[in-house]
C-alpha cells in the first residue's frame, strides 16, 4: 500500500450507524436489525479506485457490502495477465463464496474500480447474520448460487480453450516429423534425380541389345511396382545385404556395397539381376547397377514423402474426426510395417547419432483391427524418445510377440540411454511433462502415447528403467475393436 497515493481509510463505527445505509441495500432490505443482538461494531472503509481491497492467498476473512462505487474480481494468470471473473456494485456483497464454500485462502483479487465505500463484516458476523436474518440469508445464498454458475460458466470456457491449445501444441508435435522427413527426402531427391540424370546420358550412349532391353523393362517395373514390401526383421535385412553386396563386388560393379542395401530395401535379390549381368559387359553392368540404385533410391524418397504426407494428412482428419466426433470404418493394421514406417520417417535422426536398431519382429499373427492409424504416433513418440535418450553410436531394440492368454500384441522399444530418474518416473505420462531443455520438447509425447493405448486400443503400457537402459511395453488386444467404439460406430 505505501507506493498507493490514495490509500484505502479504515473505520470502526458503532453498527447503528451503518444500519442505515445498509438498508438501501438489496442485501439488508427486509433484515431485522433487532434480531442481530450483540452486533456492536462494523468496519466501514473509503476505498480509492485502483487499490486492492483482498489478493490471492490472503486469509478468508470477510462480507463486504458495497454501499457505493464498484469493486472487481480477477483471477491472475501464470503470464501475468488477469482474467474478471465477477463483480460487485452499490447495493452489492460479496465474499460470500469463498466462506460458504469454506476456504481458508483467497483465489481472486478484488479491486475497487472507482472510489467506493464499503462495510466490512467479520466472519463471525456474517454466519450470525446467516443464521438470525432470513430475508438477507436469503439473498446471500441466492449471490452465492449465481457467483457459482458464472465460475462454472467461465471454468467451461476455460477448459474449451485449455483443450483446444493441447490440441493445437500436439497437433504441431505431431506434424514436425512427417513435415521434416518430407523436406529431407525431397532435398535427397533432387540430388539423385541429378545423379541419374549423368548416369542415363553416360548408359544412353551406348546402343541395347533386345536382351539387353528386355532385362531393364523387367528390372523397371519391380523397381515402380510399388513402396510396400514386407519388413523383415534386423538380422535377416543384414544378411540379404551383405549377400548382395559380395555379389556385386565379385561382379565388378562400383560401390557394391553402398546401393546394396537399397536394392535389398526395394525387394532385389541377386537372381533378379543376373540378366543384367549376362547381356551387359561389366562396365556397362556397373553402370547399369550404379544407375538402377539411382531409381530405386529415387522411388524409395517418393515413398517417403508419400508416407509423410499421409502422415500428415491422417493427423488433420484426426482433427477432423475430433471436431465433429466421426467414426472411420474398422480396418487391418500390420504392426511390423507400422513400426517399419515410423523407422523410415525417423531415419535420418538415427544416420546423424549412427544409432543401430536391432529388429527382431517375432509376433504373429501381427494385425490389428483399428479405425485410423493413431499408432504411428505412438511409435513415432517411443522411436524419437529412445534415440534423443540414446547416446552416439548406441543401439535401439525393437521387438514384438503375441502373448496367447489374453491374447496381446506385444511391442517393446528399448534403449540404452541413462535412464528415467525415480522422482520423474510417476509423472512422465502427465501432460505438459518435460526432462528435455526449453524449447525442445512439449511434454506431449507420452500423454499422446498412453491415451491413444488405453483408450483408443484397450491396451496397456508400461515402463522398466534402469541406468543404462529403459524399456516400453505396449499391450494391445489381438484382432479386436474396443466394444465401446463399436457401439458409437453403430449408432452413427
Known amino acids: 500500500m505505501g507506493a498507493l497515493e490514495k490509500p484505502l481509510v479504515t473505520q470502526s463505527i458503532p453498527f447503528k450507524e451503518a444500519e442505515a445505509e445498509l438498508r438501501k441495500t438489496r442485501i439488508f432490505a427486509g433484515a431485522d436489525f433487532d434480531a442481530l443482538g450483540g452486533m456492536d461494531r462494523v468496519d466501514r472503509i473509503h476505498v480509492p479506485a485502483g487499490v486492492v481491497v483482498s489478493e490471492p492467498g490472503d486469509p478468508v476473512k470477510f462480507y463486504w457490502v458495497v454501499l457505493g462505487g464498484e469493486t472487481r474480481a480477477e483471477r491472475l494468470e501464470a503470464d501475468g495477465s488477469r482474467t474478471v471473473v465477477g463483480g460487485a456494485r452499490t447495493g452489492d456483497g460479496f465474499g460470500e463464496a469463498p466462506l460458504l464454500s469454506g476456504k481458508s485462502h483467497m483465489?481472486?483479487?478484488?479491486?475497487?474500480?472507482?472510489?467506493?465505500?464499503?462495510?466490512?463484516?467479520?466472519?463471525?458476523?456474517?454466519?450470525?447474520?446467516?443464521?438470525?436474518?432470513?430475508?438477507?440469508?436469503?439473498?446471500?445464498?441466492?449471490?452465492?448460487?449465481?457467483?457459482?454458475?458464472?465460475?462454472?460458466?467461465?471454468?467451461?470456457?476455460?477448459?474449451?480453450?485449455?483443450?483446444?491449445?493441447?490440441?493445437?501444441?500436439?497437433?504441431?508435435?505431431?506434424?514436425?516429423?512427417?513435415?521434416?522427413?518430407?523436406?529431407?527426402?525431397?532435398?535427397?531427391?533432387?540430388?539423385?534425380?541429378?545423379?541419374?540424370?549423368?548416369?542415363?546420358?553416360?548408359?544412353?550412349?551406348?546402343?541395347?541389345?533386345?536382351?539387353?532391353?528386355?532385362?531393364?523393362?523387367?528390372?523397371?517395373?519391380?523397381?515402380?511396382?510399388?513402396?510396400?514390401?514386407?519388413?523383415?526383421?534386423?538380422?535377416?535385412?543384414?544378411?540379404?545385404?551383405?549377400?548382395?553386396?559380395?555379389?556385386l563386388a565379385s561382379a565388378g560393379v562400383e560401390n557394391a556395397y553402398t546401393i546394396a542395401p537399397v536394392l535389398v530395401g526395394m525387394g532385389f535379390d541377386r537372381h533378379e539381376l543376373d540378366c543384367a549381368k549376362e547381356y551387359f559387359d561389366a562396365s556397362a553392368f556397373s553402370d547399369a547397377l550404379n544407375w538402377l540404385e539411382a531409381l530405386v533410391s529415387s522411388v524409395s524418397l517418393v515413398c517417403s514423402i508419400e508416407d509423410s504426407i499421409s502422415r500428415i494428412s491422417d493427423l488433420a482428419m484426426a482433427v477432423k474426426k475430433f471436431a465433429y466426433d466421426e467414426r472411420s470404418p474398422a480396418k487391418e493394421l500390420d504392426v511390423h510395417d507400422s513400426l517399419q514406417s515410423t523407422l523410415t520417417i525417423l531415419g535420418h535422426k538415427l544416420r546423424i547419432k549412427q544409432i543401430h536398431v536391432d529388429k527382431r519382429f517375432e509376433a504373429s499373427p501381427s494385425t490389428l483391427s483399428t479405425r485410423g492409424s493413431a499408432l504411428s504416433q505412438v511409435w513415432t513418440n517411443l522411436i524419437d524418445n529412445a534415440v534423443d535418450a540414446s547416446p552416439a553410436e548406441g543401439h535401439i531394440e525393437i521387438a514384438t510377440w503375441t502373448e496367447a492368454d489374453p491374447g496381446w500384441l506385444s511391442v517393446s522399444i528399448t534403449d540404452h540411454g541413462e535412464g528415467i530418474p525415480a522422482d520423474v518416473r510417476p509423472r512422465i505420462f502427465d501432460a505438459f511433462f518435460t526432462t528435455k531443455p526449453q524449447g525442445s520438447g512439449t511434454g506431449l509425447g507420452l500423454d499422446i502415447v498412453h491415451r491413444i493405448v488405453t483408450e483408443k486400443f484397450g491396451g496397456k503400457i508400461e515402463v522398466e528403467t534402469e541406468p543404462g537402459k529403459t524399456r516400453f511395453v505396449v499391450r494391445l488386444p489381438l484382432g479386436r475393436v474396443r466394444e465401446g467404439e463399436k457401439a458409437n460406430s453403430k449408432s452413427n
Open 107 to 247: 483465489t481472486f483479487r478484488a479491486t475497487a474500480m472507482e472510489d467506493s465505500l464499503l462495510i466490512r463484516f467479520t466472519s463471525e458476523q456474517f454466519w450470525r447474520i446467516l443464521a438470525s436474518c432470513p430475508q438477507t440469508r436469503a439473498v446471500v445464498l441466492a449471490d452465492m448460487a449465481q457467483r457459482l454458475q458464472a465460475y462454472q460458466v467461465e471454468a467451461l470456457h476455460r477448459e474449451k480453450l485449455i483443450s483446444l491449445g493441447t490440441l493445437a501444441a500436439g497437433l504441431m508435435h505431431e506434424l514436425h516429423n512427417p513435415g521434416s522427413a518430407a523436406k529431407r527426402s525431397a532435398s535427397q531427391l533432387r540430388e539423385n534425380l541429378m545423379r541419374l540424370q549423368q548416369l542415363s546420358l553416360r548408359n544412353g550412349s551406348r546402343a541395347k541389345t533386345p536382351e539387353q532391353l528386355e532385362c531393364m523393362r523387367g528390372l523397371l517395373e519391380h523397381t515402380l511396382s510399388g513402396c510396400r514390401l514386407a519388413a523383415m526383421s534386423s538380422v535377416a535385412q543384414s544378411d540379404a545385404e551383405e549377400e548382395m553386396g559380395g555379389w
